[in-house]
């Protein structure tokens, strides 16, 4: 799948032109959220996705947290994109990156918090069309669904063990 040439995916170091206040308007713009939240997760962001014409558009942020069901650290992404923008393959790429990027760091050793990725897929339209036990782009495998029917899908990094007991 090929980005289209109008975007280019950024990690948040090295996105020059965008920073804290310019993700909170995107966010408030867009009624993404409540704005506390908004404050509470702009440290979070990890890639930005930016659009030649109209800046930024899109958002990734990152929390580490121990998944009961799995018994394990995971990275917990959450993916935001502007609404003219969600038909494109931008929310795909923006998660692709993330998930390369955690992984590189796991594999070469610098990062070993995370053995993982754990989403949680609450867009309907999304879990009907991607219903893929195992999404080939991102090898994210369905293992369930949580208290409000979202789907949870996980991806391990290459090397990654189970805990011991």
Known sequence: MALDDRYR???IAEAESVGEDDVLALWEREHAMPAEVARRRVGEVAFV?????????????????RSRRLGMELWHPRV????????????????LAMMSHLEER????????????LMQVEN?????????????????????EDARGNHLRVRYFQ???????
């Open 9 to 11: 995916i950024v990690h």
């Open 49 to 65: 996705g930016l659009d030649e014409r109209e800046g930024l558009v899109a958002v990734s942020t990152l929390y580490l947290e």
């Open 80 to 95: 935001f994109v502007a609404r003219a923008h969600r038909q494109s393959t931008l929310a795909e790429e923006i998660s």
């Open 106 to 117: 796991f594999v070469s050793g610098r990062d070993h918090r995370g053995a993982g990725v």
């Open 124 to 144: 309907p339209i999304l879990k009907a069309v991607k219903n893929e036990a195992i999404w080939p782009l991102t090898r994210a495998a369905f293992i369930g």
């Open 159 to 165: 090397g990654a063990l189970v805990p011991g007991r």
